[in-house]
């Protein structure tokens, strides 16, 4: 499992600002694939053809907030076991707390700093498979 | 020898009537006897009425001085802007103030008597008797002797909060308990509006300076390619620049957190050393940028405190950035790590120009740093010292500085240390849980 290298991003955030900022963050410095989706209805729709090794997703957003996202999308076919991140400017432990409890496997705090977001990912994920 | 009481005769004459003819006839000694007890006896009853009218006067003075004492009371409790309630050891309303009766909606001839648990909602008013029967039986406090704030009921049904301050008297053997109430309703409404505030600076002002800063990081860190020297600088300048508006955020959103008891703490057992130097690390850009190096002189291995490591980190990374910033170029900060009595001390003592005396006594409080060109200079928000202050406290540490003779100043943070042999058999258990995840 360790040797698998991180590719395919879905991304989940409804700030078309932030969005703009985890791109390059995401493609340009991390060289990653990103499907940018700005709700958790888009997530949904698009989660099953892109077919994401990891989740990273907003908690506050409109509509579907990022736990239900996750609960939404772990019962896609394939998406049973996809780790997930949240990013959130709610980090008190509790609330970090929480967020673990509902299924991500790391929280990154908003806000984020873009040249290090990506290297931020990768190492959970080698922590994570390791 | 026969008046032997040492007055002359006449002198006598006024209150003996007799005298003359006594005088003119002659005395038999027994007749002479009964004047003098006569004489004697209106004596004493002058003197007994006297002293009974003179009592009566006082008693009267004394009476008049306690009704105008009950006046000027009555007056003071009437005229106080807080509601004035007091009740006897059963609960019932002696006195009533004019603000109660505003406050409350009752008028004072109507409540006067009645039990106070009438002004309360559930489940005091049910409770209260009780409450009293328990003070007097055990000595039980609840409100008594400190400032609490509880729910009042108005006479129409409705609630309001208010700040209670109870006192117990003693008068003639009977047990008063005198209530100031200030209706708080005002106050809580501003404490909301300050939160809602606070949540919009949280989210309103962090979001979109979020967007900026992380756009010139990108640009900065050549993320959009390669940019004109000229640019480059204007581009650093605006990224610095919306870091330290980022840092002035956090301050004081620590700062609200801290003087409302909102934040929270994760405290743990903690290696001291491995978070001294992830802080030294931490604050390397600091010192580069300052051309300041920071080393240790004393190091300590394998001591732990009980502390919240984010906090920690952030109190250590407050001091040495502080020290960083005021040292002179190329010189160096220096970190002893020592242990005495249980108690684990950071030294962090930099070589720059000390600190002003006027500026000592505040330099922990609220926008405590220095001058505003200082400020400026060095790139602070004033709260630093204040949130580390606050934080080391909460760990039931100390903060402080040690200004040197010549130049420079040490600023030290002594922490509880933690027993080695405690807190491997019997220690807390770390408060932190790692949550399993699939």
Known sequence: MSNIELQRILFVEDEADIQAVAQVALEAVGGFTVAICSSGEEALQTAEAFAPQLILSDVMMPGMDGPATLAALRRLPGMADTPAIFMTAKVLPHEVQQLRASGAIEVIAKPFDPMSLAQQIKDIWRRHHA | ???????????????????????????????????????????????????????????????????????????????????????????????????????????????????????????????????????????????????????????????????????KMKIHGQCLFSGLLRDITERRKVERLKDEFIATVSHELRTPLTTIRGSLGLITGGAAGELPARSAALVQLAYSNSERLMQLIDDLLDAERLGSGQMEFQLAPLALMPLIEEAIANNAATAEKHAVQCHFTRHLDDVRVHGDPQRL?????????????????????????????????????????????????RLFSRFGQGDTSDTRQTGGTGLGLYISKAIVERHGGEIGFIPEAETGTTFYLELPAMDSVTDGAHGRPPDKKKVQTQ
């Open chain 2, 1 to 167: 020898m026969p008046v032997k009481i040492g007055y002359p005769r006449s002198a006598l004459l006024p209150f003996a009537p007799w005298a003359p003819e006594a005088g003119a006839a002659g005395l038999s000694s027994a007749q002479t006897v009964s004047a003098i007890a006569l004489v004697i006896g209106a004596i004493v009853v002058l003197a007994v009425g006297l002293a009974l009218h003179r009592e009566q006067r006082r008693r009267e003075i004394a009476e008049e001085a306690l009704a105008a004492s009950k006046i000027r009371q009555q007056a003071l409790i009437n005229t106080m802007v807080d509601a004035v309630i007091i009740i006897d050891d059963r609960g019932r309303i002696q006195n009533f103030n004019p603000a109660a009766e505003a406050m409350f909606g009752y008028a004072r001839e109507e409540i006067i008597g009645r039990n106070i648990r009438l002004l309360m909602p559930e489940p005091h008013r049910s409770a209260h008797d009780g409450y009293l029967a328990r003070h007097r039986e055990t000595g039980a406090r609840r409100v008594l002797g400190r400032r609490s704030e509880v729910e009042a009921r108005r006479r129409d049904g409705s609630l309001f909060p208010v700040e209670l301050a109870v006192t």
């Open chain 2, 313 to 361: 980190r952030q109190v250590l990374g407050n001091l040495l950035s502080n020290a960083c910033k005021f040292s002179p170029r190329g010189s160096t900060v220096e970190i002893g790590v020592t242990r005495r009595e249980g108690r684990v001390r950071i030294d962090i003592r930099d070589q720059g120009p000390g600190i002003a005396e006027e500026l000592r006594p």
